[in-house]
């Protein structure tokens, strides 16, 4: 049985927001990502008024939120909270978080990139995107459990 810390839990989903917006803002790699996505300010405008981007960040939220008590049994299973006291709680969540993104998202990612026709470069964006998340919620989760 996974024992969850539900402080943990939305911690790490706020932190999961918190780096989609500043990772995919203009001012970091939201114009890359626009490019290779084929969207432009006008576009990106329409796309906010024809879509509910209220409801689109609300599920974004509980995906991050299932993420972390998924990883709150990842770091149990792996027992990252003992290691704890030989490496420390933060490069145990760290490591636990992005093990589980090489292992899930980056290959489904990958595979997805191979088949559909967005290219390498969105594949490196969205998964990086990704990849901190998943590394913010282990530290997260290792530290508060």
Known sequence: MVTLN???IGLSAVACTAIGFAYYS????????MKEMGLDKKKMAKMKKEKNMAAIYGLTFIAAIVTAI?????V???RATKWAGTMGAVPEGA??????WLGFAATTGFTDALFGDKGIKLFFLNTGH?????????I??????
């Open 6 to 8: 539900l402080a943990a």
């Open 26 to 33: 203009p001012f970091v790699l939201g114009k890359p990502w």
């Open 70 to 74: 998924v990883m709150s049994g990842f």
């Open 76 to 78: 149990e299973f792996f």
């Open 95 to 100: 490591l636990v978080g992005f093990l589980a």
């Open 130 to 138: 990704q990849a901190l998340c998943f590394i913010a919620t282990g």
């Open 140 to 145: 997260i989760v290792t530290v508060i459990a």
